[in-house]
């Protein structure tokens, strides 16, 4: 860009998103003049939050000179506005721009979230705390997990993006608390994520038995903070019980208690179906809910021997025999008739018909 081609960008509301700071300073570099719209209000105050200057459009006339361009800084080609705003269209250039994917960051996110918790923000936001936003974290992680089974890549874009939104609310509430700040997550997730591949950032390894685990690093990690006091220490409390499981069969093993073979598994499971089916015949209920349990925790030791995830294994079933049932019901709604009329058989050939058609 030439400092004799273009002198002035002239930018409307709709392209705020397309100002970014790395552009603004670039235009300056450039000794390109910026000017902002009356009406561009968030333009003005992003700007101005960036301790960056703007002219008010309403200077133009004034502060041009003979040789110098107009140039229209826009989404649109052919906005008819800016023939609006000049009398003429005498030396005006259109000059049209998406963002950059590498001009992006999280700091507009940010700004919004400090705007949104701010005094004059939104009530259901400004009322959040970390305890509170639990439940709609944990149903952002599933509709991106269903997001990445079932959708389109635009689906999945929009869950990540959900996802994203309770990592900035978290981390504004943490600010706003003295806790922490949005720099020290990203700089201890980069921190994190070298030190953990020390095989990828610090140079090859003369033998591949030098190479350290993820979980021999994280234990290290974990030993500089403070002392263990026990190998099962570090499991999230809040997780699901398939994932609980698997993570302390996957400690017990690093420490070699574990089975030599996936055959060992797989007896284990076969002895605990037998002491469960024992535990019905007593009718003790506890006996029988310990012993189910032991079933689960079996499986799970059994699908990790398989390098099968329990929990996603779990979920896909559950996924199926939803898309199942909705075909059960869309076959009797054809018959303008209610499930309850139909007998157990009736259903149970709709459900096999639904298995051949592949739902």
Same mark, same amino acid.
């Given at each position: ?5 273009i002198?002035v ?5 709709q392209?705020? /998103? ?6 603004y ?7 390109v003049?910026?000017y &902002? ?5 968030e ?10 200057n703007?002219?008010s459009?309403?200077?133009?006339n ?5 040789d ?7 989404q649109?080609?052919?906005?008819n506005n ?9 030396? &005006? ?20 979230m400090?705007?949104l918790?701010?005094s /004059? ?6 009322k959040?705390?970390h ?6 974290l ?5 509709e &991106?997990?269903?997001?990445i089974?079932?959708s389109t890549?635009?689906d999945?874009t ?13 981390t504004?509430i943490g600010?706003?608390?003295?806790e922490?700040t949005?720099?020290?997550v ?5 921190? @994190?994520l070298?030190?953990?591949?020390p ?11 030098d ?7 994280k234990?290290?990690?974990k030993n500089?903070?403070?002392?263990q ?10 997780a699901s019980?398939l994932?609980? $499981?698997? @993570?302390?069969?996957?400690? $017990? ?6 089975w030599?073979?996936s055959?060992g598994?797989?007896e ?5 179906l037998?002491?469960?089916y024992?535990a019905?015949l ?16 079996s ?6 021997f ?6 996603v294994?779990l979920?896909?079933t ?9 075909y059960?019901?869309?076959?009797i709604?054809e ?12 259903l149970d050939?709709y459900w096999e ?5 592949g &739902?």
């Amino acid at each position: 860009m030439e400092s004799n081609s273009i002198q002035v960008i002239i930018v409307k509301t709709q392209i705020e /998103k397309a100002i970014t700071i790395d552009l603004y300073r670039s235009l300056q570099r450039e000794e390109v003049k910026l000017y &902002v719209s009356e009406e561009s209000l968030e333009i003005k105050q992003f700007l101005k939050n960036e301790s960056l200057n703007f002219e008010s459009i309403k200077q133009i006339n004034n502060s041009l000179l003979q040789d110098e361009k107009i140039v229209y800084f826009t989404q649109l080609e052919n906005d008819n506005n800016i023939f609006k705003l000049m009398n003429s269209s005498d030396g &005006v250039e259109i000059y049209t721009a998406e963002p950059k994917e590498q001009e992006l960051s999280l700091l507009p996110l940010k700004k919004i979230m400090e705007c949104l918790r701010s005094s /004059k923000g939104c009530q259901f936001d400004k009322k959040q705390t970390h305890n509170t936003l639990k439940p709609y974290l944990l149903e952002e992680c599933y509709e &991106v997990i269903d997001a990445i089974e079932n959708s389109t890549p635009e689906d999945l874009t929009e869950e990540l993006g959900d996802l994203l939104l309770q990592v900035i609310f978290h981390t504004q509430i943490g600010e706003e608390q003295g806790e922490l700040t949005l720099n020290e997550v990203l700089k201890n997730l980069e921190k @994190k994520l070298i030190r953990r591949h020390p095989h990828v950032f610090t140079g090859p390894y003369s033998k591949k038995n030098d190479i350290p685990t993820w979980e021999e690093i994280k234990q290290k990690e974990k030993n500089n903070k403070d002392k263990q006091k026990s190998i099962m220490d570090g499991i999230p409390q809040g997780a699901s019980a398939l994932f609980k $499981a698997e @993570k302390v069969q996957k400690k $017990a093993s690093e420490c070699g208690f574990d089975w030599e073979a996936s055959l060992g598994a797989y007896e284990k499971v076969k002895e605990e179906l037998q002491e469960l089916y024992d535990a019905y015949l007593d009718g003790y209920w506890e006996n029988i809910e310990e012993e189910l349990g032991d079933v689960f925790f079996s499986l799970v030791n059994l699908a990790r021997f398989m390098n099968v995830s329990s929990e996603v294994a779990l979920e896909k079933t559950v996924s199926k025999f939803i898309r199942r049932f909705i075909y059960i019901e869309q076959k009797i709604t054809e018959k303008n008739d209610k499930i309850e009329n139909f007998s157990l058989k009736e259903l149970d050939d709709y459900w096999e018909e639904a298995k051949k058609r592949g &739902v």
